[in-house]
């Protein structure tokens, strides 16, 4: 399985930025498998951000970006998009799109079993 992030970018204090992540399992689109998206800024440990169930089912997101980002599943479910909306400097990290097919702490790392490179994300304030 490979995740292929974008969207990551340079963006001032209260604008808006778009990631995306595709998943790629030996060459055709994945199905049946949980997306979501954590994010490490220098110096901390990688945190959750946002998660989607394959079916759309559930959808939880961390107290931190609630009512600013919305995480949201592709029509084939093999894609994942984080609309991030009224940013702020603290938002800046590497952001990382994690896969996982088993059930698990939606929030916890161990939980995901494959991980995209992660993109940069840059709130100037």
């Known amino acids: 399985v490979q995740l292929q992030a974008s969207g990551g970018g340079l963006v001032q204090a209260g604008g808006s930025l778009r990631l995306s992540c595709a998943c790629v399992d030996s060459g055709r689109a994945c199905s049946r498998i949980d997306m979501g998206w954590f994010r490490q800024a220098p110096g901390k440990e990688r945190d959750f951000v946002a998660a989607?169930?394959?079916?759309?089912?559930?959808?939880f997101y961390a107290d931190s970006v609630k009512g600013r980002f919305t995480i949201s599943r592709g029509n084939n479910q093999n894609t994942v998009s984080l609309q991030m909306n009224s940013l702020n400097p603290e938002d800046t990290a590497v952001y990382y799109c994690a896969a996982r097919r088993y059930y698990g702490d939606y929030n916890s790392t161990n939980t995901y079993d494959y991980w995209g490179q992660g993109t940069l994300v840059t709130v100037s304030s």
């Open positions: 989607e169930s394959w079916r759309g089912a559930w959808t």
